[in-house]
């Protein structure tokens, strides 16, 4: 694939086997660092999952399901400036107060790369750990916007493959009618107008951020909602269009832009931070898509499997490591929002995610990564309550409203214990459920009282901590 031979070029660069053979050596011989990546799709929560993270790594009350807590390995665990000096420190305080101050409050979503070292004085074990001194670990928290790695996926593309593919999309929904008229109504083999790009892609562009306000993972190319300091350049002024257009033709100009896309902006980002990456969680908000429809469980179906792709998946042995090779040797699906759930239906809203995820997740296993899927919720903003409806009892969950900050109990709707129920007709096309209509309510964070040595309350949160790092911090 063209991300492999990409990382595989990236890792065998000059620069590396000059400068970076001295650091690696010292990394993995004196004080190893671990990467561990965090993204998320469209509204999964990515900030408040890397926050109560390092909330709960620093105060581990709560972390009794990880096995480096349980087993007192960790004696110290503080906050360092991040290694590298070009990319801005991810704002855990400010982030910390929004959800425990006087008035919680989610954070900002993230619109741009950032990092955060977080180093462990770790108390060695088994029969000679009397003998041994502490050593130190230090894990690098890389933060970046999910919308920037669903742009992986177009490296293996041609622009008319991905024309082909977002048009057909969009003629499956309603809310792209206005924006696929436009697009269908310009004539590609006209002299290119800047006018005209400038036009379709305001256009083109509003349609994205319909979409991932729908919560359809389906959002490339992703720095067109986040364009930062690349707004209005040629590279992100295009759109797809079908057929064929020759030299000067709008739509030429259209795949020349898309190209120097994936050249200028996409390569350049897996060059320098996706593929130095360990470890990597991936959070995706799977009951909005149950909520959105048959269609947008089928589209995080193949986001995530195009993702998994992406990862090199396999097993950093330390020699290779050494070396300069490096693969993602360990990755977590997680389904977030458990909280809006009551606990008798998180063991199925795993199992939904798995199953959106099996024949990728048996490939990257085979080639030697750890993968797994869980339902977690990184702040519990809900508590759980039983109710009678009609004679019958329903498992709920009650919060505090985000829009009308009221306290108000939900029922979601029962989850299928087979999750092919729902996976089977999201893949087979249909239009909607038929056995069942499952809702979605929106939470504000609940105000906090924490005991001393207590991290922000969560669910799971330390499951996932003790499969991405609870190996190397014990």
């Not at 890792?11 to 400068?19: I, M, S």
């Not at 296993?365 to 869980?374: I, P, R, Y």
């Amino acid at each position: 694939m063209v991300i492999g031979r990409l990382a595989d070029g990236a890792l065998r660069g000059v620069d590396r086997v000059t400068a970076g053979v001295t650091g690696t050596i010292s990394e993995t011989f004196l004080e190893p660092t671990l990467r561990l990546g965090v993204t998320g799709l469209s509204q999964a929560g990515k900030t408040v999952f890397i926050t109560s993270l390092v909330a709960n790594l620093l105060d581990r009350g709560r972390m009794g399901r990880m096995g480096a807590v349980a087993g007192g390995h960790i004696e110290a665990a503080f906050l360092q400036p991040q290694p590298d000096d070009t990319l801005p420190r991810f704002e855990y305080e400010r982030h910390l107060a929004a959800l425990s101050g006087p008035d919680p409050h989610w954070p900002d979503s993230t619109r741009h790369i950032s990092q955060l070292r977080l180093s462990f004085r770790i108390r060695p074990g088994g029969m000679l750990a009397g003998m041994r001194s502490a050593r130190v670990r230090h894990v690098d928290i890389i933060d970046y916007p999910g919308e920037w790695l669903l742009d992986l996926v177009l490296l293996d593309k041609s622009y008319a493959q991905w024309s082909a593919e977002v048009l057909a999309r969009m003629e499956k929904r309603d809310f792209a009618a206005d924006v696929l008229a436009q697009l269908q109504a310009t004539d590609g083999t006209a002299r290119h107008d800047e006018a005209t790009a400038q036009r379709l892609t305001k256009a083109f562009t509003t349609y994205l951020q319909q979409a991932r306000a729908l919560g359809l993972p389906d959002i490339t190319p992703g720095r067109f909602l986040l364009p930062g300091d690349l707004a209005g350049s040629p590279v992100l002024t295009f759109v797809p269009l079908a057929g064929s257009g020759g030299r000067g033709a709008l739509l030429r100009e259209m795949a020349r832009r898309f190209d120097a896309y994936k050249s200028q902006v996409i390569r350049p980002f897996f060059r320098n931070h996706f593929a130095r990456i360990d470890r990597q969680v991936v959070l995706a908000d799977v009951l909005g898509a149950i909520h959105a429809g048959p269609e947008a469980v089928d589209r995080l179906g193949q986001t995530l499997t195009e993702l998994l792709a992406a990862f090199r998946p396999g097993r950093n042995a330390w020699l290779s490591r050494l070396l300069g090779g490096r693969r993602v040797e360990r990755i977590l699906f997680a389904a977030t929002k458990a909280d809006h759930l009551h606990h008798s239906q998180h063991a199925r809203l795993t199992a939904i995610m798995a199953a959106l995820l099996r024949q990728s997740r048996d490939r990257a296993d085979f080639a030697g990564a750890n993968t797994q899927a869980l339902a977690l919720a990184a702040l519990r903003a809900t508590i759980e309550e039983t109710h009678d409806r009609d004679g019958k009892s329903l498992d709920c969950v009650r919060g505090r409203l985000l829009d009308t900050g009221r306290q108000a109990a939900f029922y979601a709707g029962e989850l299928p214990e087979d999750p092919m129920q729902l996976v089977g007709p999201a893949r087979a096309g249909a239009a909607h459920w038929l056995d069942a209509d499952y809702q979605i309510m929106r939470f504000a964070p609940a105000p906090l009282t924490r005991a001393p040595g207590d991290g922000l309350p969560h669910i799971r949160l330390d499951a996932a901590a003790d499969f991405l790092l609870g190996d190397v911090l014990q």
